[in-house]
């Protein structure tokens, strides 16, 4: 408990010693998770439409013409049971006769004395929200194709990749401009520690001279360097929260949006958590890059 | 207690200590004299594992400090106490932080703590300054704090490097006064010195090293 105390003594000791370096590294920090803040809420935000578009792509399937009527209430729940599929809706050869009167009403002369609706009776499938990636629906597709009731499968493939290479450019882009702001970030809080550490330099030869360890003497700066990283990790939170509210305010009922300021959201608390934490993660860094490249300190 | 084996000690090139060999018992007061760059303060650092010999053994307590690793040092430090002729005080601390450190790193309780740190600061007649800032005391005050915080874990060992180096004649006296209070308490006292005072005053082995050699080793001073 005492070396509890010491440690938390010593870490709010040398930053309210450095205030000034250690407004610079909270601010740095904050600015840093603000730009990646950024970066993530559009990702986050541009992730959540395409997973309403995706909802929105359909696979049809035409069964068999002479499929028994047993079979075909065999097939719809088989395909129902598929966890890939949102929601199912059979469209028999009356209703696509229906849907297609309706919708060229002037071209319906073409059907006459045909007799019966030559269209053929299709089974129309919504992909669950979370799961429409390609592999899934190829897979899914793939499965349906070789099914002995099921005479074909139309759906929009090349539709369905772009959206997914969409997304997997943003979180490659997400990675690389994260991985660039957190090495700014740690090294501007690597600097900062370093600063406390030269000016302590006396201090830490005693803790050596009566028996510390090099743990014991870099867990105060590690605990320093976490409460900058949560510090301005909180800064950043507050800004973003701030500044989404203020743009949501503005654009709403802008018709130049079409509705987009509506469907907005922000991070949901655990993503919020998380950018604290990740604030706490480069302090941490911050301080271990100072102790291992200044001090070369053993752990 | 501490062993010597034919140690020997470079510094870029130089020798700083050549061929020493020499025992000591647990509760003996030995003195390190000579002149300057004589190899005294190499010779404490060494025992205290703060330099590592380029040639031959160590023996302290039976444990080879030639060979400890970089991760046993410190645990090898907090059996003995160290004093130096600059105090290494935190300036901005009470008298009672300061002698509480080690304790803190060994991780005693607070109870425990507060106990030993009054003993401490008792047996060098410092406990009525117990909340006073470091910056504040006397170089005698000082020393004698600093004395405290190295007795404070009840060392076995206690070195001490010219511990009166900055202090006038009369405190000179108190501090060794001081040591030789330790001293006959039981705990082996190895101090470097050349304060021909402080040598009469405390009468150990006396140990002459001059030029990285051990001249002579003699008992009692006459």
Request: neutral net charge.
């Amino acid at each position: 408990m005492k070396r509890l105390w010491y440690f938390i003594h010593e870490a709010y000791t040398s930053l309210r010693t450095h205030r000034t370096s250690t407004l610079i590294g909270m601010v740095t920090t904050a600015f840093t998770l603000i730009s990646f803040g950024i970066f993530l809420l559009l990702y986050h935000n541009v992730h959540n439409l395409l997973g309403q578009v995706q909802h929105t792509i359909q696979v049809i399937v035409y069964p068999n013409n002479d499929i028994e009527s047993g079979k075909l209430r065999d097939l719809q729940q088989g395909i129902k049971a598929d966890p890939a599929v949102d929601s199912l809706t059979f469209i028999s050869k009356q209703d696509a006769l229906t849907e297609f009167k309706e919708q060229f009403p002037e071209e319906v002369y073409l059907l006459e004395g045909l007799g019966e609706s030559p269209f053929p009776a299709s089974l129309v499938l919504t992909m669950a929200a979370k799961t429409p990636t390609t592999d899934i629906i190829a897979n899914l597709v793939n499965r349906l194709q070789h099914h002995p009731d099921i005479e074909r499968v139309r759906y929009n493939r090349d539709w369905i990749e772009r959206l997914t290479l969409i997304i997997a450019y943003m979180e490659f882009g997400a990675l690389v401009v994260g991985s660039i702001l957190a090495l700014a970030s740690i090294t501007i809080i690597a600097i900062t520690v370093q600063l406390a550490f030269h000016t302590r330099q006396q201090e830490i030869e005693i803790l050596r001279l009566i028996g510390a360890t090099s743990l014991f003497i870099s867990i105060p700066y590690l605990i320093e360097g976490a409460i900058l990283g949560a510090a301005g990790g909180g800064m950043a939170l507050g800004f973003l929260r701030g500044g989404f509210e203020l743009l949501t305010h503005k654009t709403q009922g802008l018709s130049v949006f079409g509705g987009f300021s509506s469907v907005l959201e922000f991070f949901p608390l655990p993503f919020s958590l998380l950018l604290i934490a990740g604030g706490i993660l480069l302090g941490c860094l911050g301080t271990l890059t100072t102790i291992y490249g200044s001090l070369r300190f053993r752990l | 207690m501490i062993q010597l084996f034919h140690v020997s000690k470079y510094y870029d090139g130089c020798l700083a200590l050549s061929d020493i060999s020499l025992r000591i018992e647990k509760g003996e007061c030995v003195l390190l004299t000579g002149p300057s760059g004589a190899g005294k303060t190499t010779l404490l650092k060494l025992i205290f594992g703060a330099e590592h010999p380029d040639e031959g053994q160590i023996l302290v307590q039976n444990r080879n400090i030639a060979r400890l690793g970089g991760s046993d040092v410190p645990y090898h430090r907090r059996t003995m106490g160290y004093v130096l002729q600059d105090f290494k005080l935190l300036p901005q601390r009470t008298v009672s932080e300061n002698v509480a450190l080690p304790l803190i790193i060994r991780g005693l309780s607070s109870f425990e703590s507060r106990r030993k740190v009054l003993e401490a600061l008792r047996a060098v007649g410092m406990d009525h300054k117990l909340s006073t800032i470091a910056s504040v005391l006397s170089a005698g005050e000082q020393q004698r704090v600093c004395i405290a915080r190295a007795i404070v874990n009840s060392p076995i060992i206690l070195l001490a490097d010219e511990p009166t180096g900055n202090l006038d004649p009369q405190l000179t006296t108190e501090i060794a006064a001081l040591f030789k209070a330790i001293n006959t308490r039981g705990t082996t006292v190895m101090m470097a010195t050349h304060n021909r005072q402080v040598v009469e005053q405390l009468n150990g082995r006396i140990l002459r090293l001059d030029c990285g050699h051990l001249v002579s080793d003699q008992g009692a001073y006459t």
